[in-house]
């Protein structure tokens, strides 16, 4: 090979992105929830720029959920917004207390693990930067409480079947867009009080997002189809100024009739994001007819937007549409 030769394909080896990379490691047992079995797997794409945030997976009750950091469909995601996996394992105690966290101690083990994550991976902006979360069941409650200690760092949440839906209200929450898949054939007190939390919170103007499927029951099945297409539009859409020319035009539905209100930081201040976190321009999504699942723009839906389901863009708008009708 001739010397220019040899020097274009070194310059191409130093310009070449690095490999994904995995890691795996264990966290300390969090024994205020009476939980022996902490552990994660972390995640970091094929990315010459800086990471702009941390997609956390956490599965159902006592499940090892460190496999979801290799799916590719999560790391599709991730790759698309520029974010890392950290994929959760509280396994090997009790069965409850870790979901209700009263005290912030899974919430806090989640901390640690991103800023782990950020400390072996040489990306330190991800200690700094947002989360947007997922859960299914179980994990959709451990998600939820994360949400309510730490409402500043979160980017966005998808819950799959949570069984106490959007939890309570503490301050700042209702900024946080969330996506909400419930079944028609799950227990009925854990619809009855996921439906209540979600209402509540879509009263207060929050931009969450219902799909309530009448032959799904407990567990993901198909509502990631959901899931992620959500999460790619508001991450993005939270991440991004929204347009200063966007219309907003009478007629608003429920949740936007009035800006959302204004939160200040709730008690803990620990990982607040520094990243800049845009609140959510209904006028600039799509509107979802929760009877008849048809969906149009926010401008064009003809329907009753009082009663419309919010969704955040168009992707999402028709993967809402085809999982209520199957």
Not at 98 to 118: C, F, K, M, P, W
Not at 186 to 214: C, M, T, Y
């Amino acid at each position: 090979m001739k010397l220019p030769a040899l020097i274009a394909f070194a310059l191409l080896l130093l310009t070449k992105p690095a490999p994904a990379q995995t890691y795996d490691w264990n966290g300390d047992p969090l024994p205020g929830v009476k939980i022996n079995t902490v552990a994660f797997k972390g995640w970091i794409p094929t990315r010459s720029e800086p990471l702009r945030g941390t997609l956390v997976l956490i599965p159902g009750r006592h499940q090892d959920g460190r496999g979801m950091a290799g799916e590719s469909g999560w790391q599709g995601l991730a790759n698309e917004i520029g974010f890392a996996i950290v994929a959760c394992q509280f396994t090997n105690g009790e069965p409850f207390d870790y979901q209700s966290d009263a005290q912030g101690e899974v919430a806090r083990s989640i901390n640690t693990a991103v800023d782990h994550l950020a400390a072996e991976s040489k990306h330190p902006e991800l200690s700094k930067a947002p989360l947007a979360l997922w859960g299914v069941s179980a994990g959709s409650n451990v998600s939820e409480r994360y949400c309510s200690l730490f409402p500043k760092r979160v980017i966005a949440f998808a819950s799959s079947t949570g069984t106490c839906g959007a939890g309570s209200l503490t301050p700042g929450k209702t900024d946080i867009p969330m996506f909400f898949a419930l079944g028609a054939k799950d227990k009925p007190d854990w619809l009855q009080e996921s439906q209540r939390n979600i209402d509540a919170g879509v009263k207060l103007h929050a931009p969450w997002a219902l799909a309530f499927n009448k032959n799904a029951g407990h567990g993901t099945g198909r509502s990631l189809d959901v899931v992620i297409p959500f999460l790619k539009a508001t991450v993005n859409q939270r991440l991004a100024p929204p347009s200063a020319s966007a219309a907003s035009p009478g007629g608003a539905p429920s949740i936007f009739k009035t800006p959302p209100p204004s939160f200040s930081q709730g008690a803990s201040k620990a990982a607040a994001s520094t990243a800049q976190l845009y609140k959510i321009d209904a006028h600039l999504g799509w509107l979802g007819d929760p009877d008849s699942y048809e969906v149009a723009s926010y401008q064009d839906f003809k329907g009753n937007k009082t009663k419309a389901t919010w969704l955040p863009d168009e992707a999402t708008a028709h993967a809402w549409q085809e999982y209520l009708r199957h």
